[in-house]
C-alpha cells in the first residue's frame, strides 16, 4: 500500500514537473512570437515615418524654391527699376550740365549789358546835371526850392479834393445811416419773435380727491405749516375741488414746493419729519436741474467755454421774471437780435450772442442786492475771467458804465428790442416781487435770523429764527423792530403782520 501512494505521488510530481516545463516552452514560444509582432510593426512604423519625412521634405523644398523664385523675381525687378532710374539720373544730369552752360552764358551776356546800362546812366546823370543847371540859370531858383514849390501846390490841391470828398461821404452817410439802422432792427425783430411767457405767483396743484387733500393738511394742519416752513410758500387750502393753490412770489421755492407734494403724495407718507426730507431732496434735484437747463441753454446757442458758476446763474433765469417777461427767454432772445444785428454789420457774432445772453445774470445773483444788476453781471463776469469787450458790454446795457467795447450797443439795443414789444412787460408783476423781495431782505439783515418768507401776497412775513442765537423775549423785540423798519422804509398797500418763529429741537441718534 504505501508502494502505491509512493507511486503515485512520484507519479504527480513528474506530471507536475512535465506540465510546467511544457507551459515554459509553450510562454517562451509566445514571447518569441510577440517579439517578432513588435519588431515588424515597429519596422512598419520606421518605414510610414521615413516616407512621411520624406514627403514633407520635399514638400518644404518645392515651398523654399517657390520663395526663391519669387525673391530673385523681385529683385530682377527692383534691379530692373534701379537701372531705369540710373539712366533718368544720367539724362537729368546731362540736362543740368546743358542749362548750366546756358545760364553762364545768360550771365555773361546780363554782366555786358549792365556794363552798358552803367555807361548809359553816368552818360543820362552828366546830361541831366547841364538840363538842371540851365533851368536854375533860367528860373533863377534851385531844383530844391523848385521841388518844395511843387510840393506845396500838390498839397494844397489834394487838402481840397479831400474836404470835397469827405463832405459828400459826410451828407451821403446822414441821408442813409438812419434808413440803414431802421432796415437791420426791423429785420432782426421780425427774425426773433418768440412767445413770452408770462410769469405769475401762484401755482395750482392738482389732486385725485378730497381724501388727499385731508392728508396734505394734516392733523390740526400741522402738515400744512410744515411745508409752508419749510419751502416759504403759502398752502391755500379751499372749496376748488382736486386743486390746492401755492403761493409765492419767488417760482423758485414755487417749484419746490410743487415738487415735494408731488412726492409726498406719491409716496403716502405724509408728515413733517417726512416733509423736511423730501424739501431737502427736492431742492437738490432742483439745483442739479438748473445747472442742465443752463448747459442746454448754452449747447443750443452755441456758447462754449463758460464758467461753471455762470452756467448755473443762466439756469436759474428760467424761475426768474423781469417785468412779468420770463428772463432765460429774454435772455435767449437778446442773444439771438445781437447775433443777427452782428452778423449784418460785420462783427464778432460768438462774442455779441455771448454778451446778450449774459446781460441780465445780474438779476439772478443775490450778492450785492444794492448795485445796479448791470454793474453786478459785469462784476461777477469779470470775476469768472470772461473778456473785458463783454464785460462791458453787460455792464453798459442800461449806460451805468461808458461803453467801451464795440459790441456794447448792440445788447443796449437788442435788451431794448426785446423788452419794448407790446404785451411782452408787466410793470405791476415786477414791482410788487420786488415789495416782497425787499421785505424779506429787511428781516434777513437782523442778526439771529435764518430763513425768511413773505406770503398771503406781502400782508405776512414769516422770520425763522435760530434758537441758540435768539431767546423768547427777544423774538418780541425783533418783530417790532422788523415792523417799524418796513413802516419807515418801504411803501405798500394794508396793513403787514410779522410772525416771529422760534423752535427749539432735541436730536439724539440710537445706535
Known sequence: MATIIITAIISAAVGIAIYIFIKKIILKNQSEQIIRDAQAESEAIKKEKIYQAKVKFLQLKSEHEAYISEKNQQIQQTENKLKQKELLLNQQRSELGRKQKEIESIKEYLKNQLEIVNKKAEEYEKLRGKEIAKLEEMSRLTAEEAKNQLVETMKSEAKTEAMSYINDVMDEARLTASKEAKRIVINTIQRTAPETAIENAVTVFNIESDEIKGRIIGREGRNIRAIEAATGVEIVVDDTPEAILLSAFDPVRREVARLALHQLVADGRIHP?????????????????????????????????????????????????????????????????????????????????????????????????????????????????????????????????????????????????????????????????????????????????????????????????????????????????????????MVYPGQVKITVIRETRSVAIAK
Open 273 to 489: 419729519a417726512r416733509i423736511e426730507e423730501v424739501v431737502a431732496k427736492v431742492q437738490k434735484q432742483l439745483e442739479e436741474e438748473i445747472l442742465e437747463i443752463g448747459k442746454r441753454t448754452c449747447i443750443d446757442l452755441g456758447i462754449h467755454n463758460l464758467n461753471i458758476e455762470l452756467i448755473k446763474l443762466i439756469g436759474r433765469m428760467k424761475y426768474r421774471s423781469s417785468y412779468g417777461q420770463n428772463l432765460l427767454q429774454h435772455s435767449r432772445e437778446v442773444a439771438n437780435i445781437c447775433a443777427i444785428m452782428a452778423a449784418e454789420l460785420g462783427l464778432n457774432v460768438k462774442a455779441a450772442k455771448r454778451a446778450g445772453l449774459l446781460h441780465d445774470i445780474g438779476k439772478v445773483c443775490e450778492e450785492d442786492p444794492e448795485l445796479p444788476h448791470a454793474l453786478l453781471g459785469a462784476k461777477i463776469a469779470e470775476r469768472f475771467k470772461e473778456k473785458p469787450d463783454i464785460c462791458n458790454a453787460i455792464g453798459a446795457h442800461h449806460e451805468e458804465m461808458e461803453m467801451t467795447s464795440i459790441i456794447a450797443p448792440l445788447v443796449l439795443v437788442g435788451d431794448a428790442i426785446s423788452g419794448a414789444r407790446p404785451g411782452v412787460r408787466r410793470e405791476v408783476i415786477e414791482s410788487y416781487i420786488k415789495r416782497l423781495k425787499d421785505m424779506e431782505d429787511i428781516a434777513l439783515s437782523h442778526p439771529g435770523v435764518t430763513k425768511t418768507y413773505a406770503i398771503k401776497a406781502g400782508r405776512e412775513l414769516r422770520v425763522i429764527v435760530g434758537s441758540d442765537q435768539v431767546t423768547d423775549t427777544q423774538c418780541e423785540d425783533l418783530s417790532a423792530d422788523i415792523a417799524k423798519r418796513i413802516q419807515d422804509e
